[in-house]
């Protein structure tokens, strides 16, 4: 085990010896006592017993000595051991010794000569002491730094799981949207196809048997008028599905939110969503609903501004043909717009019918609609969603009114990439 140096240093050996005799026996390990006559020489002890892993707990030193003086040997040793006690022995009394060895090392106590063999171990007991509880205390320290850095690390670690299975998690789930929706385009294309082909080939067989009557001059006015209405709502037929088709494929274009490669650009909110509402008034005009729209004047917002249009348009399409009957009931729509922070918060309401609760978590679904039979595709919300949470990014949440109307909020900042 190492051992706990108790170092003492006196040039008249009278000294040394009735402090060997006084002090010897009166340590347990790990303490030893070591003895130098010379200030150079407890230098040289210092140096050999830090050598072989020893530590030096206590120096007590002569003051007046040939050679380095008993202050100037504990400056030089405060240096390289700071946490050494350090008691000095002054025949006479020497305040500057003293003061110098308080000021420029760590001296614990000093001792008259001649010193009472009792006040003398009484002394060096409580300066070991004291010495070791300040070790205990640093090793304490030490452990604790100790725990905490591999603590933190371990911390760091699970957090640096935790983002990558974040992030994993996240493509998986925009994986799953995109799968569903390729299916989901695959299912709403395939009725229109499948009714045009049906009604190409019924009207391609009818033509070939108005082809073979002609041909084979059987061809009566009657037959070729029955043929005619038949190819005029054939035809009618495939050109309304091939439009749904058509349609379906535009809107499908949208989903996939990058497809605009319009520059970001600062413009004013209210402006902007008038120009919208000029915009929509062909549709708005055969309704009777009133459009509020509630914005500081001076809002401006460095973004994309043609998703805002996509999305005020798909909102009020929404409200007009989902609040209210097509639009043929009277109601209000109002748009709220705050500024919270760096962002801009949309309460977007409108006082139609509303949205029942166990409808809410569907709103944004690619495909989700209650009007299918009126040709809908349940892309609209979906289409915003995206917009929002990708391109602008902000979110949008579509809130319980206990169905008094719609209400749907959206955060965006005011200006992208801040
Ligand atoms: N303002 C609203 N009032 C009542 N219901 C609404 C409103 N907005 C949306 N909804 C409901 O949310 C569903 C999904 O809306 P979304 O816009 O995605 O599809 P859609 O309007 O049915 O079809 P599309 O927009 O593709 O023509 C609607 O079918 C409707 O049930
Ligand atoms: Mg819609």
Not at 20 to 28: A, I, M, P, T, V
Not at 206 to 216: K, W
Not at 237 to 258: C, E, G, H, M, P
Not at 300 to 319: E, K, R, V
């Amino acid at each position: 085990m190492n051992k706990q140096i108790i170092l003492c240093v006196d040039d008249e050996k009278i000294v040394l010896e009735s402090l060997r005799s006084e002090l010897e026996g009166k340590f347990e390990e790990p303490y030893a006592l070591e003895f130098a006559e010379s200030g150079d020489e407890a230098l040289e002890v210092i140096a050999d017993l830090i050598a072989d892993g020893d530590q030096l707990a206590l120096i007590v030193t002569d003051y007046l000595m040939p050679g380095l003086k008993g202050d100037e040997i504990l400056t030089n040793i405060y240096k390289n051991h700071p946490d050494s006690r350090q008691i000095m022995l002054t025949g006479q009394a020497n305040l500057e010794g003293i003061a110098n060895a308080i000021n420029n090392a760590k001296l614990y106590r000093y001792i008259s000569k001649p010193w009472e063999k009792s006040d003398l171990l009484l002394t060096i007991r409580e300066a070991i002491k004291s010495y070791q509880q300040e070790h205990q205390l640093k090793e304490h320290q030490t452990i604790l730094e100790n725990t905490v850095k591999l603590r933190t690390s371990e911390l760091e670690n699970a957090l640096e799981n935790l983002q990558n299975s974040q992030e994993q998690l996240l493509v998986s789930e925009k994986m799953a949207v995109l799968g569903g929706l390729v299916a989901g385009v695959a299912h709403e294309i395939n009725t229109p196809v499948g009714v045009g082909v049906t009604a190409a080939s019924h009207l391609e067989a009818r033509i070939r048997e108005v082809q073979q009557l002609y041909q084979d001059d059987e061809l009566t006015q009657e037959a070729y008028e029955e043929f005619l209405a038949d190819a005029v709502e054939g035809s009618q037929i495939i050109l309304r599905n091939l439009q749904t088709a058509a349609n379906l494929v535009s809107s499908f274009k949208l989903v996939a939110v990058d497809q605009s490669s319009e520059a970001m650009r600062t413009f004013k909110l209210k402006e902007y969503i008038n120009a919208i509402l000029s915009s929509l008034q062909p549709e708005l005009k055969q309704t009777r609903i009133r459009i509020e729209v509630d914005c500081p004047d001076d809002l401006a917002l460095n973004s994309y501004p043609g998703d805002f249009s996509q999305i005020f348009t798909n909102l009020i399409i929404n409200s007009v043909a989902h609040g209210f009957n097509q639009g043929t009931e009277a109601g209000n729509i109002t748009i709220q717009i705050r500024i919270d922070g760096n962002n801009v918060v949309i309460r977007y309401t409108d006082d139609g019918k509303g949205i029942p609760a166990n409808i809410i978590p569907k709103v944004f679904d690619p495909f989700f609609t209650t009007n299918r039979q009126a040709g809908r595709s349940g892309l609209g919300m979906h289409i915003i969603y995206n917009i929002i949470t990708q391109k602008l990014q902000g979110s949008i949440t579509c809130e319980d009114t206990a169905s008094k109307g719609a209400l749907f909020v959206i955060r965006v900042p005011t200006a992208i990439g801040q």
